[in-house]
């Protein structure tokens, strides 16, 4: 009787070694994410995108992840704005449904996002970098991210248990931080989630030590309405504060520092956060371009075509630190073998306007602003060098992760699941339109309240606190100069789309 007694006992021992083996190599076999997001990285700053700065201002490493997979050609924000549009990327539902507005908020962490939702399904979780939402992270096993904007030198870094200042360059300590944790992951023996999310490229857009003389050889072309006199637009696009010509700055902006600037806030806030061989080494490149530009003496169009200029430098250097980033971490991915098994994610929280309109930053609705650059790679599921031409949108991917990894879908989201687009094929029931809702007014930069729809070719833009209506046709107006709202040829379409502006709120349930 003991002999069959131990030999029952042998048996469910082998049955639950066995069981567990099965658990850990099912686990193994969940791909891992590895979701790169940055700050404003317009969609015309990629390469992979044959925007007009493509042959001046490369983006190798970011490229590598289209030619590995698929570019999305129409993919857009719900809410162009940093903290909102990261609420929504967590939580797969739009501004009003997550409570996330305006930057002012305070992000709900007690409220269902996919981190969570992964973490409980086995997925080790992990959040680098700017975090930008005030509470503090949850459904994250491990999180190291910066205050507020954060800094692009010496950064502070908080922990879970301690807030600590770093010295560097944030972009490659961000780096540094994520290969060191996805190092930590070797043994572990579950799926990764791993939100890298850069500061760059941000205003005020400092480069890097590695960048400094970068591009200061370089002009760059205008794009051919920077000098928008917003002849058909509403009062809104008159009114905003957010030109080159007008609201970027000589100190802030453009790092126009004089020694006796020192003492200043704007100082203090930027080059007041270097070490003496950091400061060294950026005035050997910045005070001859201040003498240069003090003894120009400036003024007009000409001051507007410097301070352009001026600009993209200065952004485009600090995007190919997070074009190194990215092919560090992809070169890791590859060396040990992680590539194969790993759906690699590289969007923005929003676009950004590089001069188009004679603007920077985002917020409206017009196109540079509201789409963002997606690009996805993940071997024998995407096929490397394909595109997309399908509406998506940050709304998407919480869905998405779900769908990906088997894990439970709680019915709350509002987005779709990309996968049937990733693999290539045309789903019939795919969106054929987008709602956007921007609510940060008063605000930075002046932007109006509006809300809008987009097919894919007519947008309808409604600036409802003034009651403006804006109506653009994308197909022969790609840069939405001219307002055909009232035009009676566009009155049955202007129609349409009003009528699907109220079908989306009502999709959508918003009051």
């Given amino acids: ?14 049955c639950f070694e066995f069981s567990c083996a099965e658990k850990v190599e099912e ?39 289209a030619q590995n997979g698929m570019r999305f050609n129409r993919a857009y924000v719900t809410n162009s704005i940093c903290a909102p549009s990261r609420a929504t990327v967590l939580t797969g539902l739009h501004s009003h449904a997550n409570g996330h507005l305006t930057n002012n908020d305070t992000f709900d962490g007690s409220q269902t996002t996919f981190p969570k939702l992964l973490q409980a399904n086995g997925y080790q979780t992990a959040l680098i970098g700017k975090w930008h939402l005030k509470s503090v992270p949850t459904g994250f096993d491990y999180w190291d991210i910066l205050p507020g904007q954060g800094h692009y030198y010496n950064p502070d870094f908080i922990t879970a248990t301690d807030t600590i200042q770093q010295t560097g360059y944030v972009s490659e300590i961000i780096t540094d931080k994520s290969l060191e944790w996805l190092k930590s992951q070797e043994e572990s023996g579950k799926p990764f989630m791993l939100m890298m999310q850069h500061k760059a490229p ?39 504060d957010m030109t080159i010509d007008k609201t970027m700055e000589l100190k802030y902006d453009l790092k126009m520092w004089a020694p006796e600037d020192s003492s200043n806030n704007t100082y203090k806030r930027t080059a007041g956060r270097m070490n003496a061989e950091q400061k060294k080494a950026w005035d050997a ?48 991915l590859e060396e040990n073998g992680l590539d194969e098994n790993t759906l690699v994610v590289y969007t ?86 987008l709602y956007y809702a921007y609510y940060e007014y008063p605000g930075a930069h002046s932007v109006k309240k ?12 409604h600036f409802y606190e003034s009651d403006e209506w804006e109506f653009y046709d994308l197909q022969n107006d790609p840069k939405e100069m001219n307002n055909v709202y009232s035009a009676p040829e566009m009155q049955n379409q202007v129609s349409r789309m009003q009528d699907e502006l109220k079908r989306l709120k009502g999709e959508y349930k918003v009051e």
Avoid at 42 to 65: G, V
Avoid at 387 to 411: H, K, M
Wanted: no cysteine; proline share 6%.
């Fill in 285 to 332: 490149i910045y005070d001859p371009i201040r003498l240069e530009f003090e003894k120009a003496d400036l003024s007009g169009e000409d001051l507007v075509r410097w301070k352009y200029q001026r600009y993209m430098r200065d952004y485009l250097a600090v995007i190919r630190a997070v074009d190194e980033s990215v092919g560090a971490v992809l070169d890791f």
């Fill in 1 to 14: 009787m003991k002999y069959f007694n131990r030999l029952a006992i042998l048996s469910i021992l082998i």
């Fill in 27 to 65: 686990e193994s076999q969940k791909p891992n994410i590895l979701f790169v997001f940055v700050d404003d990285h317009a969609f015309q700053a990629i390469s992979a995108y044959e925007s007009r700065l493509k042959d001046l201002a490369p983006t190798p490493n970011i490229d590598r992840i």
């Fill in 450 to 461: 509006h809300e809008g729809a987009f097919d894919g070719r007519f947008k309808i833009i």
């Fill in 348 to 433: 923005s929280d929003q676009g950004f306007y590089l001069g188009e309109h004679g603007w920077f930053d985002k917020r409206f609705m017009y196109e540079e602003s509201f789409r963002t650059p997606l690009l996805m790679s993940w071997p024998g599921v995407i096929p490397a060098g394909s595109t997309s031409d399908a509406l998506v949108s940050n709304l998407d991917f919480a869905q998405t992760f779900l769908d990906i990894t088997e894990t439970a879908d709680p019915g709350t989201m509002q987005g779709m699941s990309l996968l049937p687009i990733m693999k290539g094929e045309q789903p019939e029931n795919w969106r054929k339109s």
């Fill in 202 to 240: 941000h205003r005020e857009w400092e480069k890097g030590p590695n960048q400094l003389a970068l591009y200061e050889d370089v002009t760059f072309p205008e794009p051919d309405n920077l000098f928008d006199d917003y002849a058909t637009r509403t009062s809104p696009a008159r009114d905003q």
